[in-house]
């Protein structure tokens, strides 16, 4: 996936948690959704699993969510 494909999804402050983003950015529906998600092992956070929905998200870090065909990348902005 090119840098410039990769959407900026603005934030209202400095940070943002991970299960939040995940709807925030439309790649998760509902809370339940984006916890069995990450509880699944299919979202990266700067290239690394990231298994806690809590997980504080700050500015220019990049999340992928990796779905069958597809993977789907928002930057936090």
Not at 3 to 20: C, N, P
Not at 24 to 48: P, R, T
């Amino acid at each position: 996936m090119a840098a410039d494909d990769i959407e900026t999804v603005e934030i209202t402050g400095d940070m943002i948690r991970l299960g939040q983003f995940l709807k925030f950015a439309n790649f998760a529906e509902s809370g339940a959704q984006a916890g069995a998600m990450i509880q699944g092992g299919d979202v990266l956070v700067d290239g690394e699993i990231e298994t806690r929905r809590g997980r504080q998200l700050g500015k220019g870090m990049l999340v992928e969510v990796q779905l069958p065909g597809e993977t789907l990348a928002a930057r936090v902005g």
